[in-house]
């Protein structure tokens, strides 16, 4: 390894845009010394969402988006490195997620667009990708990843802490004083919430959830949505926007139902499995702590800690992470448990075989 910094790169399914942080090891933690976020532009969000569900000339399309994606993630890298002013060569590695187009565990498969070796070639960093195939071969569900660095940057011990992670799925880490770390996704997070408003009034999302505040929840439809068998499913799982997505929703409307309302109903959809899942997976945890692009929600933290009273839900911050910055930072910790050859997986969690050591690694 040449040097001792990371770069983590994460865009997740909001696809919303790409967050990137420098981080120095701190024993076995990492510490953000940097942070960038860089928007998508139009044009390849709309690609990427396309490539959400099959279409026409899939390979062909799938190329193109992976390199024009590459090229941005090399953007984001450059303006981090020039607002920390770091050279390529002071980088250890880049850990990079990918963005998510298919995620099928029980067929066997995951796919991340990334181009491993055009970003290396772009930036003259080594770059470690495709984190989840390795847990995916050995049995496991290959998500979610976050919680074995959740575990390095959050656990107390004497004191039970669960972590919720809101993207554009929801997924929660359970971390006892004693005994194994667990974790699965909950279900959706942001993704319903972005894409009813992206439908009904043209915005990528509900800024602070304004717009849910206006409306009120409908009882019928969130039964509708409560029934969906993924919530009954036990971990260890894993779900993606295969099955949550803005069709799967409007096979569950009715018509004349106002569009603020349909809102409310998603936002307490989205709180009432997540506080479900601490009840039933995190029973001792008193502190909750929530990260990821939800975390900017206020009404639907507030609404998650109205379910789960008693317990103190604030964000990563109180705890040394910035909400936004905890999945990417995940992505550097992950690259550099690579490099070193240890496990980034979970058993407990994915239900793979057995620890693994994830990741393929282009060098520069």
Known sequence: MRAGLYIGLMSGTSIDGIDAVLAAPRGNRLQVKAAFHRPFSPRLRGRLLALQAPGPDELRRAAIAANQLTRAYAAAVRSLLSRARVAPGGIAAIGCHGQTVRHQ????????????????????????????????????????????????????????????????????????????????????????????????????????????????????????????????????????????????????????????????????????????????????????????GGARNRVLVARIAALLSGRRVALTDKAGIAAQHVEALAFAWLARECLRRKPGNLPSVTGARGPRVLGAIYPA
């Not at 959740?150 to 880490?173: C, E, K, P, Q, Y």
């Not at 408003?197 to 849910?212: E, F, L, P, V």
């Not at 803005?246 to 106002?258: D, S």
């Not at 349909?262 to 029973?283: D, H, K, M, P, S």
């Open 105 to 292: 565990p029980g067929a066997g498969y995951t796919l991340q667009l990334v181009n491993g070796a055009l970003l290396a070639e772009l930036t003259g960093i080594d770059v470690v990708c495709d984190f989840r195939g390795r847990d995916i071969a050995a049995g496991g569900e290959g998500a979610p990843l976050v919680p074995a660095f959740h575990s390095a940057a959050f656990r107390a011990r004497r004191r039970s802490r669960a972590v919720v992670n809101i993207g554009g799925m929801a997924n929660l880490t359970s971390l006892t004083a004693h005994g194994p770390v667990t974790g699965f996704d909950c279900g959706p997070g942001n993704c319903l919430l972005d894409a009813w408003i992206g439908a009904r009034r043209h915005r990528q999302y509900d800024r602070g959830g304004a717009w849910a505040a206006r409306g009120r929840v409908l009882p019928r439809l969130l039964e509708k949505l409560l029934a969906d068998p993924y919530f009954r499913r036990r971990p260890p799982k894993s779900t993606g926007r295969e099955t949550f997505n803005l069709a799967w929703l409007q096979r569950r409307l009715t018509r004349n139902l106002r569009g603020e309302d349909v809102q409310a109903t998603l936002l307490e959809l989205t709180a009432r499995t997540i506080a479900g899942a601490v009840q039933n997976y995190c029973a001792d945890a008193r502190e909750v702590l929530v990260c990821g």
